[in-house]
């Protein structure tokens, strides 16, 4: 019952992260409408709120089960740091990735539903640092 918030908040963060990803697939913003501005927002809200809600609940766990079973106990900032960390880093790369997403449009023969795990997976928070970039550096 002790993490029945964080197992909750995981797969809420893994919902509004897949939202963004599905997003981020089907909507490429072209201009700077208001609709392309909104559409933006969106994924990039739903995008920061669920790795954040995901990783913060995957650390929660983690330092839960260190105290619980193993007695391995840390003062509370450590994971808080850890959590903000890890979630800043996930979000900047996922970011990255979803505007190299975005700027390409998607093939006319490629369709998502042959092939859903490919979304599923790219819904993971951080699966999305393992995508190609396109960036040349």
């Not at 002790?2 to 201009?31: H, K, R």
């Not at 909104?38 to 929660?60: C, E, K, M, P």
């Not at 092939?115 to 999305?128: E, F, K, M, Y």
Request: aromatic letters at 12%; proline letters at 7%; hydrophobic letters at 50%.
């Amino acid at each position: 019952m002790e993490y029945a918030y964080p197992i909750v908040g995981f797969f809420v963060g893994m919902g509004l992260v897949a939202t963004s990803v599905l997003t981020a697939f089907m909507y490429t913003p072209t201009t700077s409408s208001s609709v392309d501005t909104a559409i933006t927002a969106f994924t990039g809200v739903t995008l920061h709120i669920g790795d954040f809600l995901a990783v913060s609940s995957v650390i929660a766990i983690a330092f839960g089960l260190l105290a619980t079973l193993f007695g391995i106990t840390y003062p509370l900032v450590v994971p808080f740091a850890v959590a903000y960390g890890l979630t800043h880093v996930i979000v900047y790369y996922s970011s990255l990735h979803i505007t190299d997403v975005q700027s390409q449009p998607v093939d006319p023969d490629f369709d998502i539903r042959e092939n859903p795990l490919q979304l599923v997976t790219l819904s993971i928070p951080g699966a999305l640092i393992l995508l190609p970039s396109n960036r040349k550096n």
